[in-house]
């Protein structure tokens, strides 16, 4: 390697381009595809050095990494668009964090739910950001589908306030969560996830080809694999029928964890399983807008995030199983498939 090559690969002291094609190939033989953030291991890279990389680093354009995805004739770019959600989720968790001490005005009250002036208000704001930058790509919300947004190539999945009811109650726990999606033959794939808690000033990325991160550090799920050690959260949605399902969950659980939590946000449940601060999270009757971003979060931090329709509900609701990846022979003899096929 000529000398001024030298410093790009101080990472890991490599001599000669030909030990950097062999490590390469032998990562290759382990993985069926590598990541920017594979092959930067296998130079050698630190943790530190490698998190330079992430698309959250503003501006900073990976070496060689192509982050242009097509739509027909026209492109996004994954980088642009991760950078516009980071931002967007910015602003709109401190546009509601801002309401905090004000009177929230209610929209709708439900025996099990209530949604806020305050949700449609955020969502605004979010669709006017995202459409500012990208008009073509539509927005699938919890407070109005765009036309196109079932169809669309690509789209925005959208929870403006999630935990409505925790926020209303002033219990500061509560997130904005943004996923953009891309059609796959008649369905749809997460390829980024952004979400954000004003609260502790704490945002969860992830998308396709970069590190997923917390605060722009690495996350990783929890390894523990004994349900005896495990923190582990339960949602209760709307309906008797899934606030039936949670309750046997609740009862089957209770005594073989260590602590079962309820916490109100789908979203920062999942996330939290994502950072290894829970071990699992179940519900029924949660939506799409709850779960995409949080859900492809947990799955890119290498977790488990079992989750399918349930029939007969609105539609894109779901019932899910999330954790680590490690607690499944023993979850699945206790819970059956209550919450996933
Ligand atoms: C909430 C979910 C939560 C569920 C609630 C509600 P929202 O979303 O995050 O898991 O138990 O019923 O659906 O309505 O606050 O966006």
Redesign the pocket.
Known sequence: MSKNHENDYEYGKIEGCAEIAIRILQGFEKKDKLTLDNVLELLGASEESRSTFAPNVIGEQAPGQDTKIGIGSQYIDIKDCFNLAVNVAREAGAFFLNSWQDNKEVNEIRA??I?LRL?VQTQELIVSRLGQQYPMIPVFG?EGINDGAKTSEFRWVV?????????AFDIPH?CVSIALQKRIENAYGTIMGVVYDPFFDEIWTAAVGFPTQLNGKKIHVSQRAALSETVVSI????LAENLKISMEAMTQLMDKVRKVRIL??????LVYVASGRLDAYV?A???L??IAAGGFILEQAGGKFQRSLLPGQEPETYKLLASNGCLDSELRPLLGSRFDD
């Open positions: 099990h739910d949604k949700d919890e929870d403006p306030i999630d935990g409505t009811v925790n926020f509560a949602g209760f949605a709307k109100g946000s789908a979203a920062l449940d519900e009757g949660v939506r807008w709850d």
